[in-house]
């Protein structure tokens, strides 16, 4: 066992690199050495289907609440599917009790509003369809609806009606049939 029953003072949250895909493989594994884990997932549609699979919300990591004077770094190294410690220099890099339960609390919140999909999404953001017969067109976020991840958004058809000028068609969609648009830097292009 790595965690002997210690106050929860004595731990504390750190970051740990996983090779990829191999997050959930790595929680398991230090779950069946009694240390606690945090691990957050989300679930999206497989390509373009209906159907859902769960992912990691932070791929490549996992947090842990451990006592690494009491176990040692190199107990958590000899994992499979683990490439060790987040550090900086030589230094394991420790998370902050605050931070962690404020990024428990944010990803509840985000999960409660229907997921990832919904992540940094407020009416009027632009976003752009990415399924469907209407993808390609650029649109307005206007609300989440109600329903299993349901969104209306605001599809302008003619390009007068771009970003709010104009007419526009409100749209029904799936949530993981939009994504935000990103703005573009401006400046000249580096090859």
């Known amino acids: 066992m790595l965690e002997i029953c ?21 929680a398991s594994q230090l779950r069946l050495r009694d240390v606690v884990v945090y691990f957050p997932t989300y679930r999206r549609a497989k390509n373009g289907r209906r159907s859902t699979r769960e992912s990691a919300f932070f791929p490549g990591y996992v947090f842990v609440h451990v006592n690494l004077d009491q ?24 998370i902050a009790e605050h931070l962690m339960a404020n990024l428990r609390a944010r ?3 985000v999960q409660r509003a229907g997921g990832r999909a919904f992540a940094g999404l407020e009416k009027g953001d632009a976003v752009r369809v990415t399924r469907g017969p209407f993808s390609g067109y650029k649109a307005l976020f206007d609300a989440r609806l109600p329903g ?7 599809l302008a058809l003619l390009r007068g009606g771009a970003l709010g000028r104009g007419r526009c068609l409100p749209l029904e969609l799936d949530a993981g049939d939009i994504e935000k648009r990103r703005r573009r830097r401006r400046g000249r292009r580096r090859h």
């Open 71 to 94: 176990i040692g770094s190199s107990a958590l190294s000899w994992i499979p599917g683990l490439h060790g410690l987040v550090q900086f220099g030589q230094r394991p890099a420790a």
């Open 107 to 109: 990803l509840a919140v």
């Open 6 to 26: 210690l106050p929860a003072s004595t731990r504390k949250w750190y970051v740990l690199r996983t090779k990829p895909r191999k997050e959930r493989l790595v």
């Open 148 to 154: 299993h991840k349901r969104v209306r958004v605001l």
